[in-house]
């Protein structure tokens, strides 16, 4: 089992910057690929960017591509999103999740993922 804990929610205005973060505890090793998801009341969860086991590959979702940034510190089991020029759009519950094997091969989707994180609430006013 892998537990994820996610930080670094909160408010901020139109063009600001978070870093949200994730740490995994519980049988971390090997790795795996590893993402963020965010989801708004009412839709399903959306892939936001991945990272693979080892950090040498990244996708994001074309729209956010430039404005964030995924990264992973694996020697201390972290995940990291860091957020800026945010939007209005961008609020949402974000979602660190760990996908089954190494291989992400893209955005991960929802059935890739094994283990969630609880989330953390990003909140981008006008």
């Known amino acids: 089992q892998v537990q994820l804990v996610e930080s670094g929610g909160g408010a901020v205005q139109t063009g600001g910057s978070l870093r949200l973060s994730c740490a995994a505890t519980g049988k971390t090793y090997p790795q795996a690929c590893m993402g963020w998801f965010r989801q708004t009341p009412g839709n399903g969860r959306e892939g936001v960017a991945t990272i693979s086991e080892l950090g040498e590959a990244t996708y994001y979702a074309d729209s956010l591509k430039g404005r964030f940034t995924i990264s992973r510190d694996n020697a201390n089991d972290m995940l990291y999103l860091q957020m800026n020029d945010l939007k209005p759009e961008d609020s949402a519950i974000y979602f660190c999740?760990?996908?089954?094997?190494?291989?992400?091969?893209?955005?991960?989707?929802?059935?890739?993922?094994?283990?969630w994180g609880q989330g953390t609430q990003v909140t981008v006013s006008s």
């Open positions: 999740a760990r996908a089954w094997g190494k291989y992400c091969g893209g955005v991960l989707s929802t059935g890739a993922v094994r283990f």
